[in-house]
C-alpha cells in the first residue's frame, strides 16, 4: 500500500522538475519475472526515482550503507523500500553485512520482485560509463541461480539535459533483458563475467556521451504566460532560498539535483498548506482554500513555461559526501 502511494507522489511532483521526457523502448522491459533492474548512474539518488516511476513493478533499492548508521535513518529508509549495501572503507564487517543484505535480496527474487543495483556502485555526475564494481551484483546473481531463482538482468539508460537547471529534460530506454540461465557453466554455476560484459556492452551502445539533445517538437503554451508570471513572482523567492541552501550544502558532490528535489518535494506542500491555513484564519475559508489550490497552479505553469537550460559541460571532481 505504502510503496504505490509514494510513487504516485513522487510521479505526480516530477511535474513540477521535470518538463520533457523522452521515453524509449519500455515494452522491451520484462515485468513478470523476477530481475536484477541495472543502469548507467549519471545523478545520484535521482536516477532510482526515474527507474522507479516508470516501472510498473514494486522495486527495492540497493543504496549506500553508510546512509543506515543511524538508527532513525536506518528505519526510514528501509521504509522506503532500501536495502543498504557496505564498502570495506565504509565499515571493518562490510562482508558479513553484505551477505544478510544478499540473503534479504535473495528472498525477495524468490517472490518474482525486482531489485535495483548501479553495477558502477558509485554517481560520479557523468555520462560516459563508469568501470563496474562487480563483487555485490555478482554474488547477487550466483546466489539466485544457487536457489533456481529465473534470474533476468534488466538494463535501462538515463539520461539527462543537466544535473544543475531546473526545469530538465530526462531520457529513459529500456532494453531486452539478458537471461541469467543462458549463461549456467553446469549445477549452480554461473558465468557472471560474461553476463557483466554484454550488460556493459549493451549500456554503453545506448548511452551517446552527452547531454540531451532537446526535443524540437516542445512549444510553450501561449495560455500558461500570465499565471507563469504569477508564479514567478510568488514563488522565485521560495525557489532561491532553498536553491542557496542546498548548493552550499551539496557544494562539490553530486547530490544537488536529488536533494534539491527532495526537499521541493516535501517542503513545498508543507509550506503551501501551513500558508493556507494561517491565511484562512487571517480572511476566511475560502480565501486559504483558493491559494491551496491556486498557489501549485501557478508554480506548475511558472515550471512549465520556462525554457529548459542545457548544460554547456560535464562537471569534474565532484565526491559522494555531503559537507558538514
Not at 71 to 100: C, G, H, S, V
Not at 232 to 247: A, R
Request: proline share 6%; charged share 20%; net charge positive.
Amino acid at each position: 500500500m505504502l510503496y504505490p502511494l509514494l510513487k504516485s507522489f513522487v510521479k505526480f511532483g516530477l511535474n513540477w522538475y521535470v518538463t520533457e521526457w523522452q521515453i524509449k523502448n519500455l515494452e522491451f522491459v520484462d515485468q513478470k519475472n523476477p530481475a536484477l533492474i541495472v543502469s548507467n548512474h549519471p545523478n545520484s539518488f535521482f536516477d532510482a526515482l526515474v527507474i522507479a516511476v516508470h516501472s510498473p513493478a514494486e522495486i527495492l533499492f540497493l543504496a549506500r550503507g553508510d546512509a543506515f548508521k543511524k538508527p532513525i535513518a536506518n528505519w526510514a529508509l528501509r521504509t522506503f523500500f532500501m536495502l543498504p549495501i557496505y564498502k570495506r572503507n565504509d565499515d571493518e564487517q562490510a562482508d558479513i553485512m553484505n551477505a544478510f543484505t544478499m540473503d534479504e535480496c535473495v528472498k525477495e527474487l524468490s517472490k518474482g520482485n525486482k531489485i535495483l543495483i548501479f553495477p558502477e556502485g558509485v554517481s560520479r555526475n557523468q555520462l560516459t560509463l563508469q568501470p563496474f564494481m562487480f563483487k555485490g551484483m555478482t554474488m547477487l546473481i550466483e546466489r539466485a541461480i544457487q536457489r533456481d531463482i529465473p534470474l533476468q538482468i534488466q538494463p535501462y539508460a538515463l539520461g539527462y539535459s543537466s544535473f544543475d537547471e531546473v526545469p530538465k529534460a530526462v531520457s529513459i530506454e529500456g532494453m531486452s533483458p539478458i537471461d541469467s540461465t543462458n549463461y549456467l557453466s553446469g549445477p549452480n554455476q554461473v558465468e557472471t563475467e560474461r553476463i557483466m560484459m554484454d550488460l556493459r556492452e549493451k549500456l554503453e551502445f545506448n548511452l551517446t556521451g552527452e547531454f540531451l539533445t532537446l526535443s524540437q517538437t516542445r512549444q510553450q503554451k501561449v495560455w500558461m504566460k500570465i499565471p507563469a508570471q504569477i508564479g514567478y513572482y510568488t514563488h522565485n523567492w521560495f525557489y532561491q532560498l532553498v536553491k542557496k541552501q542546498i548548493k552550499k550544502k551539496t557544494e562539490g558532490s553530486i547530490f544537488y539535483d536529488s536533494l534539491l528535489f527532495g526537499v521541493l518535494l516535501f517542503g513545498y506542500p508543507i509550506l503551501i498548506f501551513l500558508l493556507s491555513i494561517i491565511l484562512g484564519n487571517i480572511f476566511n475559508f475560502t480565501t486559504g482554500f483558493l491559494f491551496f489550490i491556486l498557489m501549485p497552479v501557478f508554480s506548475y505553469c511558472w515550471v512549465n513555461y520556462s525554457p529548459i537550460k542545457k548544460q554547456e559541460y560535464v562537471p569534474e571532481g565532484r565526491g559522494n559526501a555531503l559537507r558538514k
